[in-house]
């Protein structure tokens, strides 16, 4: 301007994706008050970034009157702009306006794309819809437009929080089934999901077939001798689970070499909420001190460093020999009252079978195929469907809780050692 050349559409719009690039959502409206002062017509470019600008900025309030303001000027949006409109009512909690803007969208004949339909299902996820966000999902396939590991992804953590895990399984198989590779992303809110409803068997189970070898999450690491876990870029679920699977490792490992010298020291490295939301609170950090804690194991936080549990080798050796022990009595005391229990007379119409629903046995002992571990220590939460989970071929029909954990915990004795499968 100074040089005497006059800014035109291109000036602007460059200026204002300058802007939103920088996360300068103010100076870009300013630009665009500038550029109607001048005269210059804004295009469906202009208006796109601006849009854009202020979802980065986490302005949806602002971002709706720009695309009022659009409308009103006369200019058509495209999908690029919807997109961006949708993901700042998706950032901004705002799940119902984000459905209101793609009704409209769809009404405009503008076509979604995979984006579109990834930030409503993550608008749904963050307002707590799950259910609203597997109709999106429905919607989407019935369009015939194809979901990234990012849809996904936005799938399974709407499921977690709406404490679907089962939803959240089936939407993973499914996704494997189309093709779609997980990231660490996905195994992160999936693990959430199992662990958040105590599903722990199913999640140590994914965690040993999924995160192994250099498929860890990024920034989370094993060193050589197994003596340090870095949790960095895994979430609550994820690192309790991984914690439980590496202190399996780490015992294996001091049997097979009980004749070297083990390290000094046990780390696990969790962070301290450096970089949380909550500046200094790490829920990797509190739930993994939680379930250590449960377990009366020796890991303690130094003073000097809130971001690591440390425990000296000997007393981690110690503490494996008493874990072991325990964990034989509760085999003993969960078989005693679980034979108890199936000897009493059963409920009137109740029926159990393998194979063939028709041919009934009351062989509960029989070799049932693979089952998930931890299920009997939970009766409260036990139910046909969980049931459904222990085993392929596995049926019961008309029995109580309590003896259906009874049969359960007997299952669990006899087949603790198979592989478990997910259902």
Not at 219 to 240: F, Q, R
Request: glycine letters at 8%; a negative charge; one cysteine or more.
């Amino acid at each position: 301007k100074k040089a005497g050349v006059e800014p035109n559409v291109i000036t602007y719009n460059s200026l204002i994706s300058a802007c939103e690039k920088g996360g300068q959502w103010e100076k870009a409206l300013e630009v665009f008050a500038g550029m109607k002062k001048a005269g210059v017509e804004p295009n469906v470019i202009t208006y796109s970034s601006l849009i854009s600008a202020c979802e980065k900025g986490g302005q949806w309030e602002k971002a709706l009157e720009v695309f009022a303001g659009m409308k009103k000027a006369g200019v058509e949006p495209d999908v690029i702009t919807y997109n961006s409109l949708i993901s700042a009512c998706e950032k901004g909690g705002q799940w119902e306006k984000a459905l209101e803007v793609f009704a409209g969208m769809k009404k405009a004949g503008v076509e979604p794309d995979v984006i579109t339909y990834s930030s409503l299902i993550s608008a749904c996820e963050k307002g707590g819809q799950w259910e609203k966000a597997l109709e999106v999902f429905a919607g989407m396939k019935k369009a015939g437009v194809e979901p990234d590991v990012i849809t996904y992804s936005s799938l399974i953590s709407a499921c977690e929080k709406g404490g679907q895990w089962e939803k959240a399984l089936e939407v993973f198989a499914g996704m494997k089934k189309a093709g779609v590779e997980p990231d660490v992303i996905t195994c992160n809110v999936l693990l959430n999901a199992l662990w958040g409803d105590r599903q722990y068997a199913n999640a140590i189970f994914f965690v040993e077939k999924v995160f192994t070898g250099d498929n860890l999450p990024s920034g989370c690491s094993i060193s050589g001798n197994l003596s340090v876990l870095d949790l960095h870029g895994t979430s609550p679920g994820s690192a309790k689970c991984l914690t439980l699977v590496w202190l399996s490792a780490v015992e294996e490992s001091f049997n097979k070499n009980q004749t070297s010298r083990p390290p000094d020291k046990i780390k696990i490295v969790t962070g301290w909420g450096k970089h949380s939301d909550a500046y200094g609170k790490s829920e990797v950090k509190d739930g993994v001190e939680s379930i250590l804690d449960s377990l009366s194991s020796p890991f303690r936080v130094p003073e000097q460093n809130p971001g690591i549990l440390v425990a000296p080798a000997h007393e981690v050796l110690r503490w494996f020999a008493q874990l072991r022990q325990k964990a034989c009595l509760e085999d003993v005391r969960f078989h005693e009252c679980a034979v108890h229990v199936l000897q009493m007379p059963p409920e009137r119409g109740a029926s159990f079978w393998q194979d063939d629903p028709n041919a009934h046995t009351p062989d509960v002992e029989a070799s049932v195929g693979p089952a998930m571990f931890h299920q009997a220590a939970d009766l409260d939460k036990l139910s046909v469907a969980n049931l459904r989970c222990l085993a392929k071929q596995l049926g019961c029909k008309g029995y109580s809780k309590l003896r259906k954990s009874a049969l359960v915990t007997l299952i669990m004795l006899e087949t603790a050692d198979n592989p478990i499968a997910l259902p």
